[in-house]
């Protein structure tokens, strides 16, 4: 019996940094979402911090590979149309920051924790303006790794969000 609930608390934790990991996958969320749900569900600070950088940047490469592939595809059929519009139309209003600052424009635009900046804009702004995929790969890992650290620093209080933003 003992065995058993050592197991089923080993389970939790690993279901908590699962669901950690995949929160910050997603494109609404990202790690924003997922530090503080890491933090709430009582992962370490910085295994939330290192679980949500790593899921918030698995998917850029794949997309930033296939993103064209992709849009041609969705872009076949009527509702992926109007969902590719929205998309490009977002990705537009946000490609201004790099056009003028270049890859150092798409670190702060991947590295500002607010609502529509991220990895995931992050990579159809680099779309939108055809970046070699090293750099963009680059510079939207290195914006994670500083929008994680500011995330990871307002959950702890480090930092007053009302008075950073």
């Not at 089923?8 to 950690?20: A, C, I, P, S």
């Not at 997603?26 to 992962?43: H, K, N, V």
């Not at 890992?141 to 500011?150: H, Q």
Request: with cysteine; charged share 15%.
């Amino acid at each position: 019996m003992f065995l058993l609930s050592e197991n089923m608390d080993g389970m939790k934790v690993l279901k908590n940094e699962l669901l950690t990991f995949l929160i910050s996958m997603l494109p609404i969320s990202e790690l924003r979402g997922a530090i503080p749900f890491a933090i709430s569900c009582g992962i370490s600070p910085g295994v939330a911090y290192l679980i949500s950088v790593a899921g918030n940047i698995l998917p850029v490469f794949p997309l930033l590979l296939l993103l064209k592939e992709l849009s041609s595809l969705i872009s076949r059929y009527s509702w992926g149309e109007r969902v590719l519009k929205r998309l490009l139309k977002m990705g537009e209003k946000k490609k201004g920051l790099v056009e003028r600052y270049s890859l150092p424009g798409l670190v702060l635009l991947v590295a500002i924790p607010l609502p529509i900046t991220g990895a995931w804009t992050g990579v159809l702004v680099s779309f939108l303006l055809s970046l070699k995929i090293r750099y963009a790969f680059l510079a939207i890992s290195i914006g994670v790794c500083l929008a994680g650290a500011i995330v990871l620093l307002v959950s702890l209080g480090v930092i007053s969000g009302i008075k950073f933003f």
